[in-house]
């Protein structure tokens, strides 16, 4: 029994969570019931206070957990074979600027059936390095995850180089770091954070996101990143040690997810709510309103800090990339779902022969590049004109929706095999080893309606338990949801159609971390609370 000190506020004081059910009737026994007080007794969230984050404990389990996490996810790749995401030419543009070229052979069926994961020292010139057609440098935080890939390649008796299974075994060690703090950061008894972390580890090896650790693809520093400001936000949220150290984990893992991918900038609002979610409690409504500010301040100032970095990322992204995302939105996502694509053309402002690039790419024997008017797109198309055209056309959003619900729930890359060629795997064969999102992904393809109930529901239980104030999980709950509606428009209205599926892996991702969260948020839920005595 922990005793309750008089010179803390009651908000501040942890609350207790008892392992029984809340609404039980007197008298009334069932298998079902028995099987619910049984899970609530053994992985219950039980008292919030207990397992301290200083206690050496804790600690020990914290670091005994990440280190089972590292272990599963470096077997769950490479034994009894090593699998990964095969690339489908992207991934030069990135890892070059470490100076190697992939060993890989030149035809496109041949390189993308199987994974390559040798890439040798190489020298280039002009514009053979960075983005495709204009040679402009790739920016991820990736990088810091290729440059220790490339350290520990010749450690591990690789070629010459970087070898990208080097850099998955970077990603299985972050990751299991990334594990040891999120059981440190839960609320909760040690079965209770053992379990979630455990349900975010199956999560996370599903083939669906964990073949993205070996691959050049900038993927696994977005996974990772997403993460690791769930942690951070965690640590936040619960208190614990000085807190300007906890603001500064914060910005540091939102600064490393929003530069992963152009994608990610999505995370700023949703970041800069969940930075100035406070708890408000009676005795700081009582505190003056000077001190009420003070609390705000550092916050407020982390918010602006995160915003530069996410200007400074988007001011040194390829401005081709830009240009082709806008082509896509508007040939590939725009003109062939509409009912009139002459009149959508004129209100973009752009000539009416353009109707003939409608469902092209760059790429494409009918692209708009061969148009005569083709300067045009670039005069009059940006992001805040395609902004304006979704207001103004809010019937399109319906659609549009359907279509990013359909890529979700499809998140298989359609191009690209899991295995080495020399595994004895067949071309382009996909390893399902852990197909537990892909299973229920698959699943809820049947009933679409399913993943926005998916959404609702965490979203719900996220703000019943936010108002109970009992620990920072509700909170996490609500920001996931937004972060992934956010991600979610951001890629269907700002990137086009092309690769979608590959766009909507991080939406994909955010979506199955609301299984973990549904299952501590009802485990709270279904506890009951009381507050000690004074």
């Not at 029994?1 to 009651?10: K, N, S």
């Not at 219950?44 to 990440?66: D, I, N, Q, T, Y």
Request: with cysteine.
């Amino acid at each position: 029994m922990v005793e309750a000190r008089p010179d803390v506020p009651e908000s501040e004081r942890p609350t207790r969570f008892a392992p029984e059910p809340l609404r039980r009737k007197s008298g009334t026994s069932s298998p079902l019931r028995s099987a619910a007080a049984y899970l609530a007794r053994t992985f219950g969230p039980g008292e919030v206070g207990s397992g301290a984050p200083g206690s050496s404990r804790l600690r020990g389990v914290a670091v005994l957990s990440g280190a089972l996490a590292s272990l599963v996810m470096i077997l769950r790749l490479f034994v009894p074979q090593t699998v990964g995401m095969a690339d489908q030419g992207a991934g030069q543009q990135l890892l070059c600027s470490l100076g190697v070229r992939n060993l890989r052979p030149w035809g496109y069926a041949d390189f993308t059936n199987f994974i390559h994961p040798s890439w040798m020292p190489h020298q280039y010139y002009g514009e053979a390095c960075g983005f495709a057609a204009s040679g402009e440098p790739v920016y991820s935080s990736q990088l810091l995850l290729l440059w220790l890939g490339k350290w520990l390649t010749p450690v591990l008796a690789w070629e010459p180089g970087l070898d990208t299974r080097a850099v998955g075994i970077v990603c299985c060690v972050a990751f299991g770091a990334l594990i040891a703090g999120l059981v440190a950061a839960l609320p909760g008894r040690t079965p209770f954070r053992v379990l979630i972390a455990a349900l975010v580890t199956l999560v996370t090896a599903d083939g669906v996101f964990a073949d993205f650790f070996v691959s050049p693809y900038s993927e696994p520093a977005a996974l990772l990143g997403t993460l690791a400001l769930a942690v951070a936000l965690l640590r936040y949220w619960n208190g614990g040690g000085p807190r300007w150290v906890s603001v500064l984990i914060v910005v540091l893992a939102a600064a490393f997810t929003v530069w992963a991918m152009p994608q990610m900038v999505s995370w700023l609002p949703v970041v800069a709510l969940a930075l100035l979610w406070l708890p408000v409690g009676r005795a700081r409504r009582r505190a003056s309103t000077r001190r009420r500010w003070q609390a705000f301040v550092m916050p407020t100032a982390a918010v602006v800090a995160i915003a530069g970095v996410a200007v400074a990322f988007l001011a040194v992204v390829p401005k081709r990339a830009t240009e082709m995302n806008l082509y896509n939105t508007v040939f590939a996502s725009i003109l062939p779902s509409s009912p009139d694509p002459v009149a959508d053309l004129t209100w973009l402002g752009l000539d009416r022969s353009f109707v003939t690039a409608s469902g092209s790419t760059t790429d494409s024997i009918n692209s708009a590049v061969y148009n005569p008017h083709y300067k045009q797109f670039g005069k009059q198309i940006n992001r805040g004109k395609i902004v304006a055209f979704f207001a103004t056309h809010p019937d399109r959003l319906i659609g549009l929706g359907e279509r990013g619900i359909s890529a979700l729930l499809t998140p298989e890359l359609r191009d690209g095999g899991s295995y080495t060629a020399d595994s004895g795997q067949g071309p382009a064969v996909k390893e399902r080893r852990v197909p537990v999102v892909l299973g229920l992904y698959t699943a809820m393809k049947a009933a679409p309606v399913a993943l926005p109930g998916l959404h609702l529901l965490t979203l719900l239980l996220g703000f019943a338990v936010a108002a109970r104030r009992k620990s920072g999980i509700g909170r996490l709950a609500v920001v996931m949801v937004l972060g992934c509606w956010a991600q979610f428009w951001v890629v269907l209205i700002f990137e086009g159609q092309p690769d979608i599926h590959r766009q909507m892996i991080l939406a994909g991702f955010m979506t199955a971390l609301c299984v973990p969260l549904l299952v501590a948020l009802a485990g709270i839920l279904a506890s009951k609370s009381t507050q000690p005595r004074s």
